[in-house]
């Protein structure tokens, strides 16, 4: 699915470019839900400020997945991988699944971070 696969390359590039970041933001629905680790957050000013904390405790992030399957619940999942190379304690590799849901509007309305480590978005 397009806009998903947008959501990640996106996400890399809005670190550098508002361009790109304004791309990413306007992938989601107004309400947008997402969740980290089990901890809900609502509405697309809580997820631009999301992105913009993992810019401010990463120097660069570059994501890989294994692309959207669809789900018997009409949502999407996928896994990934991150490299990450934080301000404070350098590099750093991760795993984990998402979970979207698109709206009728072909928005993302719903995303779910599980990342393997519990502890990576312990901060958000």
């Known amino acids: 699915m397009q806009i998903l696969d947008d959501y990640f390359i996106l996400f890399d590039e809005a670190r550098y470019s508002e361009e790109s970041f304004q791309q990413l933001t306007d ?11 089990g901890k809900s957050f609502q509405g697309k000013t809580a997820w631009q400020n999301f992105v913009r904390s993992v810019f401010q405790t990463n120097k660069d992030l570059k994501h890989m ?6 789900q018997e619940d009409g949502s999407f999942q996928t896994q990934w991988a991150i490299c990450g190379n934080r301000f404070e304690s350098g590099v750093y590799t991760q795993e ?4 979207a849901r698109i709206n009728e509007n072909g928005m993302i309305a719903y995303l779910e971070n599980k990342p393997n480590d519990a502890q990576l978005f312990s901060g958000q």
């Open 96 to 99: 984990g699944v998402d979970i």
């Open 27 to 37: 992938l989601f629905s107004e309400d947008i839900v997402f969740v980290l680790n």
């Open 65 to 70: 997945h294994n692309g959207w399957i669809k």
